[in-house]
């Protein structure tokens, strides 16, 4: 095939139409395939455009395969069937054909567990990256292959090419000076006193600020800022008061002697953390990730969550990983 030569075909259209073939039946081959009747002919019919001849003779129950649809499903098979070992190739050898793994991963995280996921890392890949606070990074980035992974909170949810494997959901905490001696039932009783509120450039951020707004509170603006270590010290110094997460108090655990981590009453509100990979890519090797993140999510950090926030209880979630 030479240069800017186009196919008639591509394999999804060829692995339905061999199904079809297969089962006799349009209906049964995109069974087999997980697709619905009209998806399934769609893409038969497109293919029989493509080609410029009809494949199947609709006159016939069960369907048949014209001459030249005989033809395309016997050497459509062989063609499907070097496309799965390839694919299986490409997979197997994929932690070797990566120059090296670029994960992007939430301050909250570098932070606490940089260090022992590195020493993991380590022993299964010999070259990475760790990039600590994806933030500004982009979806174009992403499907440019300029990161590989990234560990992150609302990342990429409406790209296509992205899979999600979840990872932690903890619930938000109230964020009060340990020298305001007071009781807070609701939110409303911080009525007046300055919020030190998470930038809306952060997920956290636009995530309480839309909770606030459907509960129609509104406190005085006057510190905002991307960083819990920044939120921590400005509540530690008595400044306000703020709307942040276990984890994210923990990042910051050198300013919590001056902070009282509290239940946010009246607010039912969960922070989750994704791991995102692109689909069909690096083999198991997004999913082996994933798996040395809940064992240090398990071991190290669920203890020291539980004890920064004794009352998180259920609403502290590490979701499993299956393992190969």
Same mark, same amino acid.
Request: with cysteine; net charge neutral.
């Given at each position: 095939?030479?240069?800017?030569?186009?196919?008639?075909?591509?394999?999804?259209?060829?692995?339905?139409?061999?199904?079809?073939?297969?089962?006799?039946?349009?209906?049964? %081959?995109?069974?087999?395939?997980?697709?619905?009747?009209?998806?399934?002919?769609?893409?038969?019919?497109?293919?029989?455009?493509?080609?410029?001849?009809?494949?199947?003779?609709? #006159?016939? !129950?069960?369907?048949?395969?014209?001459?030249?649809? &005989?033809?395309?499903?016997?050497? %459509?098979?062989?063609?499907? &069937?070097?496309?799965?070992?390839?694919?299986?190739?490409?997979?197997?050898?994929?932690?070797?054909?990566?120059?090296?793994?670029?994960?992007?991963?939430?301050?909250?995280? $570098?932070?606490?567990?940089?260090?022992?996921?590195?020493? /993991?890392?380590?022993?299964?890949?010999?070259?990475?990256?760790?990039?600590?606070?994806?933030? /500004?990074? $982009?979806?174009?980035?992403?499907?440019?292959?300029?990161?590989?992974?990234?560990?992150?909170? #609302?990342?990429?949810?409406?790209?296509?090419?992205?899979?999600?494997?979840?990872?932690?959901?903890?619930?938000?905490?109230?964020?009060?000076?340990?020298?305001?001696?007071?009781?807070?039932?609701?939110?409303?009783?911080?009525?007046?006193?300055?919020?030190?509120?998470?930038?809306?450039?952060?997920?956290?951020?636009?995530?309480?600020?839309?909770?606030?707004? !459907?509960?129609?509170? #509104?406190?005085?603006? /006057?510190?905002?800022?991307?960083?819990?270590?920044?939120?921590?010290?400005?509540?530690?110094?008595?400044?306000?008061?703020?709307?942040?997460?276990?984890?994210?108090?923990?990042?910051? !655990?050198? &300013?919590?002697? %001056?902070?009282?981590?509290?239940?946010?009453?009246?607010?039912?509100?969960?922070?989750?953390?994704?791991?995102?990979?692109?689909?069909?890519?690096?083999?198991?090797?997004?999913?082996?990730?994933?798996?040395?993140?809940?064992?240090?999510?398990? #071991?190290?950090?669920?203890?020291?969550?539980?004890?920064?926030?004794?009352?998180?209880?259920?609403?502290? &979630?590490?979701?499993?990983?299956?393992?190969?």
């Amino acid at each position: 095939m030479t240069i800017g030569q186009r196919l008639a075909f591509d394999l999804r259209q060829l692995a339905v139409f061999c199904a079809v073939v297969e089962t006799g039946s349009m209906t049964r %081959g995109a069974r087999q395939l997980g697709l619905t009747q009209s998806a399934a002919s769609q893409l038969v019919a497109a293919l029989e455009k493509a080609m410029g001849v009809p494949l199947i003779d609709r #006159d016939i !129950r069960p369907v048949r395969a014209t001459m030249a649809g &005989r033809l395309l499903a016997e050497r %459509g098979q062989e063609l499907l &069937r070097q496309a799965h070992e390839l694919d299986t190739a490409v997979r197997l050898n994929a932690r070797d054909a990566i120059p090296a793994l670029r994960i992007a991963m939430i301050d909250s995280l $570098s932070t606490t567990l940089g260090p022992d996921f590195i020493r /993991e890392l380590r022993k299964s890949f010999p070259r990475y990256a760790l990039i600590a606070n994806p933030r /500004e990074l $982009s979806e174009q980035q992403f499907n440019a292959r300029q990161i590989d992974m990234i560990v992150g909170v #609302d990342f990429l949810q409406e790209v296509e090419t992205a899979m999600a494997i979840p990872l932690l959901a903890e619930p938000f905490a109230l964020a009060l000076p340990a020298e305001w001696d007071m009781e807070v039932g609701k939110l409303s009783d911080l009525t007046g006193r300055s919020m030190i509120r998470y930038t809306l450039r952060t997920s956290t951020g636009r995530q309480v600020e839309q909770a606030l707004s !459907r509960l129609r509170l #509104d406190f005085p603006r /006057e510190v905002e800022s991307d960083t819990a270590e920044t939120v921590l010290t400005m509540v530690a110094a008595g400044l306000g008061w703020a709307i942040t997460t276990p984890l994210m108090a923990l990042q910051a !655990r050198s &300013r919590l002697a %001056g902070v009282r981590l509290l239940p946010v009453p009246g607010l039912s509100l969960r922070r989750r953390v994704d791991l995102y990979a692109r689909k069909g890519e690096l083999g198991a090797i997004p999913q082996e990730i994933a798996a040395i993140l809940h064992t240090l999510i398990q #071991d190290k950090l669920v203890p020291e969550l539980r004890e920064v926030a004794p009352w998180i209880g259920d609403g502290l &979630r590490v979701f499993p990983q299956p393992r190969g």
